[in-house]
């Protein structure tokens, strides 16, 4: 069985995407895992568009945009759609890791309705994911790659989906948030914000600004 993992964030680095992806790799073991990078505006080779169509299981780990899917991911996508058109790719499953900057992973839930529709307007078989809030922790926190400490619901979540994936089989949408206090990671998150903004050169003021 060949496994894509394709990391759809627009960051070429320190994305929490990435570092979700990587920490699913090692629960696969044995199986044939491939990654693919579609960073913002990035160009696909013949090769890699290659590994898509001859992959039996594709999963998608992308952040938060507006309730929705990053549009330069959208636009490969409907490159992928054109080309399932072509070919006979109905035995394609599909699973999604979505991660979001709000606490609660519930935020990602109209994400994952996306990724089913756009399986229904493809013929693949949309086997369902996980919804990932505290986004702003995966990069922070070190061990991902333990069922303890404030990110344990999250490997709880990649192990068990990983698991899925093995079988091909329907994973129903899991919601997970860190296990650490919202209040302290709201707290963590303003402190990060006030120090980007006085980067720039701005004053904390400035994060009140309406357009």
């Not at 627009?10 to 920490?23: D, V, W």
């Not at 090692?26 to 990035?42: E, I, M, Q, R």
């Not at 206090?181 to 050169?201: D, E, T, V």
Request: proline content about 4%.
């Amino acid at each position: 069985m060949n496994i894509l993992l394709i990391n759809g964030s627009p960051k070429r680095k320190e994305s929490a995407s990435a570092r979700l992806l990587e920490g699913m790799i090692p629960l696969f073991h044995s199986n044939v895992t491939k990654t693919l990078s579609l960073f913002a505006g990035s160009v696909l080779s013949e090769r890699e568009w290659d590994a898509v169509m001859q992959a039996d299981v594709l999963v998608f780990f992308f952040p938060l945009y507006v309730d929705g899917i990053p549009s330069h991911l959208l636009y490969h996508m409907h490159t992928v759609q054109q080309m399932a058109a072509e070919r006979d790719m109905c035995t394609l499953s599909v699973y999604a890791v979505v991660n979001c900057g709000f606490f609660e992973g519930e935020q990602t839930r109209y994400a994952l309705q996306m990724v089913e529709n756009w399986c229904i307007r493809c013929g693949f078989s949309w086997k369902g994911g996980l919804g990932i809030g505290g986004g702003g922790m995966l990069t922070a926190v070190s061990n991902l790659s333990s069922h303890h400490g404030p990110l344990g619901p999250v490997f709880d979540g990649l192990y068990a989906l990983s698991d899925t994936i093995r079988e091909q089989e329907y994973f129903k949408n899991q919601f997970l948030s860190p296990a650490f206090p919202r209040l302290f990671y709201k707290l963590a998150a303003q402190s990060r914000w006030r120090s980007a903004i006085r980067k720039n050169g701005l004053s904390s003021r400035a994060l009140s600004r309406r357009m």
